[in-house]
């Protein structure tokens, strides 16, 4: 594979950005090799500046839920920008995706739109303090909530992908008030309730974590989450950047929660609901939202926050988000994954298949997964020979063992073919480096 141009360019982008990328994990120091500087993307496809296809499974991370250029969110952001591209003012697109939004998720009455996740975690923090009165933040080890300073401890996605426990320039003062405890450890939750109860303005989880790779919640663990914080007047906030309005047309919460009897107080969304474009939300009961400037007294505020371009391309993707979609991102994700499994079984190559809802990741150990101790005992250079040969077949996967997988709308099914033909390949290849 000839990749003369993006190797010239990384070298180039290195002398002005910091590692010559603008978020870690996409640096490939996980991975080893030249990232690749794509241009351009059609469906499922996309291709690089040295003019070689691949076959999209990071999916920008989650929002490209579509495909690449979908024609219905392409022709919502060039009719947009023709009417200019920001006011920094109220604007009709951003009413319709808080709308579209709430329809979706029916126990919460209002959505405030920010720019990035980060942002909408943060925000969702501060609220939670307000509205308790209280200062304590309990998270799980390995999730991933942004990189807002109280909240960079222990954590998922790059952090865990560079080995970082935690981040110099985040102060104790910064962190005293989070607590971190092992995912799916129930008694854990409980003896922290029963010594701090009181203390605790809320959990914070992401709706399943899909950040130190895929670890489902244990059968009712959400459930006892939301069952915990609210007996000691705390509140729970979903983060469902990640999984909201890819696991089902109502998120993570909308497909197991609704069933399961529970709600969160808060919930975060991002990814998705922009379509590609730079926005992020975070959504809730109005007694809770209301608390929010210029209505109460907890401030936030952006210039582009809103911005009718990224609401436009959000409302777009969301409109066609249709049930035939979720199915069928459902069996996209079923089928890949399985043969995947299969792949690597056959050429014995020890490892864990986890799913949640249609995320699914690798972990190359054997036995379940479920917390970060265990998702570190993965052997990450068998992940590495794994990613680097489905690479040079041309399937892009995410460059970290602790990343989850994502599908579009746009696989076909020859393109599921070529992904477990290269999977064959890639199992063989790792089997070997063993
Ligand atoms: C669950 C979760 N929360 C928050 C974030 C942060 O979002 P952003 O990268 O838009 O700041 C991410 C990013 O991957 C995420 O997966």
């Known amino acids: 594979m000839n990749i003369t141009e993006s190797k010239s360019w990384h070298s180039r982008a290195k002398l002005s950005i910091p590692g010559g990328v603008s978020s870690p994990v996409r640096a490939f120091h996980a991975v080893g090799g030249t990232p690749r500087y794509f241009v351009s993307g059609v469906g499922s496809r996309i291709r690089d500046i040295d003019g070689n296809e691949y076959i999209d499974l990071v999916n920008s991370w989650g929002p490209m839920i579509l495909g690449h250029a979908h024609p219905a969110v392409l022709e919502a952001v060039q009719s947009t920008t023709k009417n200019s591209f920001s006011f920094g003012a109220p604007n009709k697109n951003e009413v319709l995706l808080a709308e579209e939004i709430l329809r979706r998720v029916p126990s919460c009455d209002r959505a405030r739109f920010v720019s990035s996740g ?147 107080d808060i919930y975060t969304f991002g990814k998705v609901i922009g379509g590609g474009f730079p926005i992020a939300a975070l959504a809730g009961k109005a007694e809770i939202m209301d608390l929010l400037a210029p209505m109460g007294p907890v401030y936030q505020a952006g210039t582009l926050s809103g911005n009718p371009i990224a609401t436009a391309a959000g409302l777009a993707t969301l409109e066609n988000c249709t049930s035939e979609v979720y199915d069928q991102l459902d069996n996209s994700a079923r089928v890949i994954g399985a043969g995947i499994s299969a792949a690597l079984s056959a050429a014995n190559v020890n490892h864990s298949y ?14 379940l997964v479920s917390n970060f101790d265990d998702a570190k005992k993965q052997n990450t250079d068998a992940f590495s020979v794994f990613f680097n040969s489905m690479l040079q077949q041309g399937i892009y996967l995410p460059p970290s063992a602790f990343e989850a997988w994502f599908v579009s709308n746009a696989i076909t099914a020859q393109d599921v073919a070529s992904i477990l033909a290269a999977a064959k390949v890639a199992a063989e290849a790792t089997a070997a480096s063993l």
């Open 118 to 264: 980060t942002e909408a975690v943060m925000t969702a923090v501060r609220l939670a303090r307000a509205a308790t009165n209280r200062n304590l933040i309990v998270k799980f080890a390995g999730c991933y909530h942004g990189h807002s300073d109280a909240l960079l401890v222990q954590a998922g996605s790059g952090v865990a992908t560079l080995g970082l426990p935690n981040s110099p320039g985040v102060t104790p003062g910064q962190t005293q008030d989070t607590i971190v405890l092992d995912y799916n450890d129930f008694q854990a939750v409980e003896d922290i309730f029963q010594l701090r109860g009181s203390e605790i303005a809320a959990i914070i989880t992401e709706a399943t974590p899909a950040n130190m790779g895929l670890v489902p919640p244990a059968e009712g663990f959400n459930k006892f989450l939301a069952d915990t914080v609210h007996k000691h007047g705390a509140l729970l906030i979903l983060d469902e950047v990640m999984t909201g309005f890819r696991i089902s047309p109502g998120g993570w919460w909308g497909k197991y929660g609704h069933q399961e009897g529970w709600e969160a």
């Open 354 to 367: 986890q799913t949640g809802g249609n995320l699914f990741s690798f972990f190359f150990k054997q036995g």
